[in-house]
């Protein structure tokens, strides 16, 4: 089992930056993808970006303003936001593909969320 746990929302003006952390635990596993999704209220949840062995993909809504990044060695992932937008509105969830050597499988993991607010 991996345990994701985010950190870094708040509240931001339109214009600004905020940077997201998560940080993956847990016993024996080995990540395969890590990445950030968002859930604007009322809507579904969606891709921002994930990134694997160093190679990152983005949204098209995002693109040339956010930055993911990872630490291997940490089981870190990191999404720096720039120029944000009121409608980065969103709870941002954390995610990793990961496997689980007790379990023997590769399974889907997510944080519990942390909230992004944009004001105009």
């Known amino acids: 089992q991996v345990q994701l746990v985010e950190s870094g929302g708040g509240l931001v003006q339109a214009g600004g930056s905020l940077r997201l952390s998560c940080a993956a635990s847990g016993n024996d596993f080995s990540i395969n993808v890590m990445g950030w999704y968002r859930q604007p209220l009322g809507k579904e949840r969606e891709l921002v970006a994930t990134i694997t062995n160093r190679l990152p993909k983005y949204a098209d809504s995002v693109k040339g303003r956010f930055t993911i990044s990872r630490d291997n060695a940490k089981n870190m992932v990191y999404l720096q936001m720039n120029s944000l937008k009121p409608e980065d509105t969103a709870v941002y969830y954390c995610?990793?593909?990961?496997?689980?050597?007790?379990?023997?499988?590769?399974?889907?993991?997510w944080g519990k969320g942390t909230l992004v607010t944009v004001s105009s």
């Open positions: 995610y990793a593909n990961a496997f689980s050597r007790p379990e023997y499988s590769n399974k889907d993991y």
